[in-house]
């Protein structure tokens, strides 16, 4: 092995065993106030209930690709339902 190939691959064994270090969260903070009131009024928006409902000008547009079979009437409907969920 040269000396080069070697110190390639002791790099890669150190970025490996980085990669596979053991972390920890111990930063939390917790609300300590009083308990948050419901709000009046809750705005929920239209879904897009498959690719082709998702606007032209949207970010998410070309990031979605059709399914390979186009869904029924009657799924397209139950997508485009709003869903109360309480």
Same mark, same amino acid.
């Not at 009046?40 to 897009?48: G, K, L, P, Q």
């Given at each position: #092995?040269?000396?080069?190939?070697? =110190?390639?691959? =002791?790099?890669?064994? =150190?970025?490996? /065993?980085? %990669?596979? /270090?053991?972390?920890?969260?111990?930063?939390?903070?917790?609300?300590? %106030?009083?308990?948050?009131?419901?709000?009046?009024?809750?705005?929920?928006?239209?879904? /897009? %209930?498959?690719?082709?409902?998702?606007?032209?000008?949207?970010?998410?547009? %070309?990031?979605?690709?059709?399914?390979?079979? /186009?869904?029924?009437?009657?799924?397209?409907?139950?997508?485009?339902?709003?869903? #109360?969920?309480?």
């Amino acid at each position: #092995m040269t000396p080069s190939r070697r =110190l390639a691959t =002791l790099a890669l064994a =150190l970025v490996v /065993a980085a %990669g596979c /270090a053991k972390t920890a969260v111990s930063d939390r903070q917790y609300y300590e %106030g009083g308990p948050i009131p419901r709000p009046n009024r809750i705005i929920v928006y239209d879904f /897009a %209930g498959s690719a082709a409902d998702v606007p032209v000008g949207s970010q998410t547009a %070309g990031l979605y690709s059709a399914p390979p079979t /186009a869904p029924s009437p009657q799924e397209s409907e139950i997508a485009r339902k709003p869903r #109360m969920i309480a």
